[in-house]
């Protein structure tokens, strides 16, 4: 199973991003794939997750109404448009993957349930 992020850099505050992550070795109908992220000298935080064949999702409130999660089953590629973007949202942003029976079939921003991770990409948010 790999996963590769992709889509980071610099940007202006109010500015938007999309990354990207490629999964391969796995089919995303029976995984949840999530997006988490981790600031200098903090613990990692979940930001969003999906489901695509049960097309459901999760967000964290801290980025409700400015980041959405999206899946192209076609090319096994998981988005995260973020939008309106803070100086706070600044942090290495990490995909990762569980099988979704293993979570109930219940979406979860806990890291600790997923198990295969990306190598992640540096999102800085900065004027």
């Known amino acids: 199973v790999q996963l590769v992020e992709s889509g980071g850099g610099l940007v202006q505050p109010g500015g938007s991003l999309r990354l990207s992550c490629e999964v391969s070795g796995i089919l995303l109908d029976y995984y949840a794939v999530g997006w988490f992220r981790q600031a200098p000298g903090k613990e990692r935080e979940g930001v969003s997750a999906i489901n695509s064949r049960d097309g459901v999702t999760y967000s964290a409130d801290s980025v409700k109404g400015r980041f959405t999660i999206s899946a192209d089953n076609a090319k096994s590629t998981v988005y995260l448009q973020m939008n309106s973007l803070k100086p706070e949202d600044t942090a290495v942003y990490y995909c990762?993957?569980?099988?979704?029976?293993?979570?109930?079939?219940?979406?979860?921003?806990?890291?600790?349930?997923?198990?295969?991770w990306g190598q992640g990409t540096q999102v800085t948010v900065s004027s």
């Open positions: 990762a993957a569980v099988l979704f029976a293993r979570l109930h079939y219940v979406l979860s921003g806990d890291s600790a349930l997923y198990n295969y």
